[in-house]
């Protein structure tokens, strides 16, 4: 049963990069396709931020793609997210997925870590 | 993009039915058939429940069905109990090659 962990640092000061890491436990990150990041502000919904495919590429939120940028580490079984010049709207708790099917991108969810942005 | 439009809340006793919509656009539900719903209790990260608009994934209740018509897709929750009590989210693919998630429906049990 491939297990997801979310890691990283839960307070970051406004203007700087969020920085989170995904680790693959129990399989290979290489045998699933698509690896994604999803956000949930404190309250209120769930908000896709992109998607990293085992080969490296990546797809991202319109609304967050000039400040996203996701990679994917075959050796060290994880992928991670970058979030550059955050703000108080980027609080949230940020999942990692893992499909479970084709066009199924969230069939499997870690259990999400809280990063708030203040100073 | 712009979310799905759910029902902020929805209600039921124990034993009834309960129908749950999220209206998209014809470009995204109205075009792919790749809508997927989620159970989340507080606390919890999101579960998924239904997959391609009606493919219930193992260890997922029979109670749980979804369905879809033109732009709008739905999950119904069959003799609702008090577990279900949480709230469910639809997603959807995109013309845009892209993922959106429904506003969500608080669901409570009465």
């Known amino acids: 049963q491939v297990q997801l962990q979310e890691s990283g640092p839960g307070l970051v000061k406004p203007s700087e990069t969020l920085s989170l890491t995904c680790d693959v436990s129990?399989?290979?990150?290489?045998?699933?396709?698509?690896w994604s990041w999803v956000r949930q502000p404190p309250g209120k919904g769930l908000e896709w931020i992109g998607e990293i495919s085992h080969n490296g590429f990546a797809n991202y939120n319109p609304s967050l793609k000039s400040r996203v940028a996701m990679s994917l580490d075959t050796f060290k079984n994880q992928f991670s997210l970058n979030l550059t010049s955050v703000t108080a709207a980027d609080t949230a708790i940020y999942y990692c997925t893992r499909e479970s099917g084709a066009y199924v991108p969230f069939g499997h969810w870690g259990q999400g870590t809280l990063v708030t942005s203040s100073s | 993009q712009s979310a799905l439009t759910q029902p902020a809340s929805v209600s039921g006793s124990p034993g009834q039915s309960i129908t749950i919509s999220c209206t998209g656009t014809s470009n995204d539900i109205g075009t792919y058939n790749y809508v997927s719903w989620f159970q989340q209790h507080p606390g919890s990260a999101p579960k998924l429940l239904i997959s391609a608009v009606s493919d219930r994934p193992s260890g997922v209740s029979y109670r749980f069905s979804g369905s879809k018509s033109a732009n709008t897709a739905s999950l119904t929750i069959s003799g609702l109990q008090a577990e279900d009590e949480a709230d469910y989210y639809c997603?959807?693919?995109?013309?845009?090659?892209?993922?959106?998630f429904g506003t969500g429906t608080k669901v409570t049990v009465l």
């Open positions: 129990g399989g290979s990150i290489t045998i699933t396709n698509y």
């Open positions: 997603s959807s693919y995109t013309s845009s090659r892209t993922y959106v």
